[in-house]
Nanobody, 125 residues
């Protein structure tokens, strides 16, 4: 079964940084656009950032623009989300997922599959 695996979450103070990693179990990521999503308690899952299969195109939610950077290393089968200047409102479980096709909308959860189990990010003093 195709599945993505996230890592790198943790507890960080406001203003701090974390780097999340996403890799694949059972398949190569190089053929897929990958998205990072997050879900806070009591809220719907939302798109944070996406990157095209070759890395030439990226998208960001307005709430994270200028603070988060998505990147990928296809030789290592990894996708990363560098998160800087973290805020308490960034607290959530973060997931990565692969796009079903090239016509994906980074804000549409339904365009993505092979979800990982998520990694918790908590921003608190």
């Amino acid at each position: 079964q195709l599945q993505l695996v996230e890592s790198g979450g943790g507890l960080v103070q406001p203003g701090g940084s974390l780097r999340l990693s996403c890799t694949a179990s059972g398949f190569s990521l190089r053929y897929y656009a990958i998205g990072w999503f997050r879900q806070a308690p009591g809220k719907e899952r939302e798109g944070v950032s996406c990157i095209s299969y070759a890395g030439g195109s990226t998208d960001y939610a307005d709430s994270v623009k200028g603070r988060f950077t998505i990147s990928r290393d296809n030789t290592a089968n990894m996708v990363y989300l560098q998160m800087n200047s973290l805020r308490p409102e960034d607290t959530a479980v973060y997931y990565c997922a692969s796009a079903y096709n090239r016509g994906y909308d980074c804000q549409n959860v339904g365009d993505f599959g092979s979800w990982g189990q998520g990694t918790q990010v908590t921003v608190s003093s």
